[in-house]
């Protein structure tokens, strides 16, 4: 186990000095503080993007035209629940006491009746999944974000999920329970159909996001900021607010003011004599 976490973190510490190094021979004209290593991470970007057009859409593409949606759902659903016990083990660092035993209530439905993963059973008695992953672990144990990083093949990122995602990529099963060349490729090709079948569920965003981008760097900067944020934000939720606000300059009860009495019925009118006949 020491191993594979040390493994992890040398190889995602390598592609953080190599972003480093390179930051040394561009310019930094167009740097904002958030992202000194921007002309970098634009060729990285342009790397990422020649090589999903070459390569990985086509792929995610055949993918989804083969296999039918009910199939590639049982696979998702497979890949999510590999997942689980590196999140519960996340959900413990974290103090996430609650998610931790949703976590491993949802891996122990699933893996026994849903067989094997392939059905979110747990879903079905209101357990769905909770995050985890060691990059917010860091965020939760008070570790800054860090520059903006554009990583080879795996996208958006930025200093601190990078050392988390290399920690992750050899916590996560079956890899990690198998020793030597075999685990290694194992957690490779199980990798490997993830991302696959995440990136033909986002062929058509994708798609979206390019047209709609007059910076397709910047906009897609933006978006990955937003939503990693969004994650991160039951991290360190704040205390629920009370349903409802109370005045603290009010007495602690305050008697209900008396109602008005209802009014009483008119009278009903003398009905109107009948004519002689």
């Given at each position: 186990?020491?191993?594979?976490?040390?493994?992890?973190?040398?190889?995602?510490?390598?592609?953080?000095?190599?972003?480093?190094?390179?930051?040394?021979?561009?310019?930094?004209?167009?740097?904002?503080?958030?992202?000194?290593?921007?002309?970098?991470?634009?060729s990285?970007?342009?790397?990422?993007?020649?090589?999903d057009?070459?390569?990985?859409?086509?792929?995610?593409?055949?993918?989804?035209?083969?296999?039918?949606?009910y199939?590639?759902?049982?696979?998702?659903?497979?890949?999510?629940?590999?997942?689980?016990?590196?999140?519960?083990?996340?959900?413990?660092?974290?103090?996430?006491?609650?998610?931790?035993?949703?976590?491993?209530?949802?891996?122990?439905?699933?893996?026994?009746?849903?067989?094997?993963?392939?059905?979110?059973?747990?879903?079905?008695?209101?357990?769905?999944?909770?995050?985890?992953?060691?990059?917010?672990?860091?965020?939760?144990?008070?570790?800054?974000?860090?520059?903006?990083?554009?990583?080879?093949?795996?996208?958006?990122?930025?200093?601190?999920?990078?050392?988390?995602?290399g920690?992750?990529?050899?916590?996560?099963?079956?890899g990690?329970?198998?020793?030597?060349?075999?685990?290694?490729?194992?957690?490779?090709?199980?990798?490997?159909?993830?991302?696959?079948?995440?990136?033909?569920?986002?062929?058509?965003?994708?798609?979206q996001?390019v047209?709609?981008s007059?910076?397709?760097?910047?906009?897609?900067?933006?978006?990955?900021?937003?939503?990693?944020?969004?994650?991160?934000?039951?991290?360190?939720?704040?205390?629920?607010?009370?349903?409802?606000?109370?005045?603290?300059?009010?007495?602690?009860?305050?008697?209900?003011?008396?109602?008005?009495?209802?009014?009483?019925?008119?009278?009903?009118?003398?009905?109107?004599?009948?004519?002689?006949?």
């Open positions: 186990m020491r191993k594979l976490l040390r493994a992890g973190w040398i190889i995602l510490a390598a592609l953080s000095c190599i972003e480093l190094a390179g930051c040394a021979t561009t310019s930094g004209g167009r740097a904002s503080p958030d992202d000194p290593l921007e002309p970098l991470n634009r990285v970007l342009d790397v990422n993007t020649a090589l057009n070459a390569v990985i859409r086509p792929v995610a593409e055949f993918y989804r035209d083969v296999l039918p949606p199939v590639r759902d049982r696979i998702r659903s497979m890949i999510d629940n590999l997942t689980e016990p590196r999140i519960f083990a996340n959900d413990l660092l974290q103090g996430r006491i609650n998610a931790a035993g949703i976590t491993f209530a949802r891996f122990a439905i699933n893996s026994t009746f849903g067989l094997a993963g392939m059905f979110d059973v747990a879903r079905e008695h209101e357990l769905p999944q909770q995050s985890g992953d060691f990059g917010e672990t860091l965020y939760a144990w008070g570790f800054d974000e860090g520059p903006y990083l554009m990583l080879l093949f795996f996208g958006p990122s930025n200093l601190r999920d990078t050392f988390g995602l920690v992750d990529l050899f916590t996560t099963p079956p990690v329970f198998l020793s030597g060349n075999s685990g290694f490729w194992i957690g490779v090709g199980v990798g490997t159909v993830g991302g696959m079948d995440l990136r033909s569920r986002n062929i058509e965003t994708l798609d996001i047209a709609s007059l910076d397709y760097y910047a906009h897609l900067k933006s978006i990955a900021q937003q939503h990693r944020r969004a994650q991160l934000r039951h991290v360190r939720e704040p205390a629920q607010e009370p349903a409802e606000l109370v005045d603290p300059g009010q007495p602690d009860a305050v008697p209900p003011a008396p109602e008005p009495p209802a009014p009483e019925p008119a009278a009903p009118e003398p009905a109107a004599p009948e004519p002689p006949k």
